[in-house]
């Protein structure tokens, strides 16, 4: 389950952080995706910040090659994909995404 908190910084930024489960994506298991949805954001694109990790793994190192950012109505949707450094090796742990987006909130009036 995903969880995440805000922080409200001055000039209408805010800050979104938490952590989501990642899922193995049709591409295979040496991949894994997580998608956040937020508040829409407005203005600059939003800074992004991403780390994976597993607690089963022995060792196994997983980078994050993609991070796209859409609006959806009245939401902002982030993608973040993530593969294993090992190429097209698979792995079956269990791997979460901790994550940190600056940006925008629109204003709700």
């Known amino acids: 389950m995903e969880h ?3 922080q409200e910084l001055g000039g209408g930024t805010a800050i979104f952080s938490g952590n989501a489960p990642m899922v193995i994506p049709s591409g295979g298991s040496h991949v894994r995706q997580v998608e ?3 508040p829409l954001l407005t203005g600059h694109p939003p800074v992004v910040t991403a780390t994976v990790f597993s607690n089963e793994s022995p060792g196994t190192i997983f980078g994050v ?3 796209s ?3 959806l109505g009245q939401a902002t949707q982030i993608v973040i994909s993530a593969a294993n450094v090992q190429t097209g ?3 079956p742990y269990h791997f979460w995404c901790n994550y940190i987006v600056i940006g925008t909130p629109a204003d709700p009036s």
């Open 4 to 6: 995440h908190s805000v």
């Open 36 to 38: 956040i949805r937020l």
């Open 65 to 67: 090659y993609h991070i």
């Open 69 to 71: 950012v859409n609006p």
């Open 89 to 91: 090796a698979g792995v």
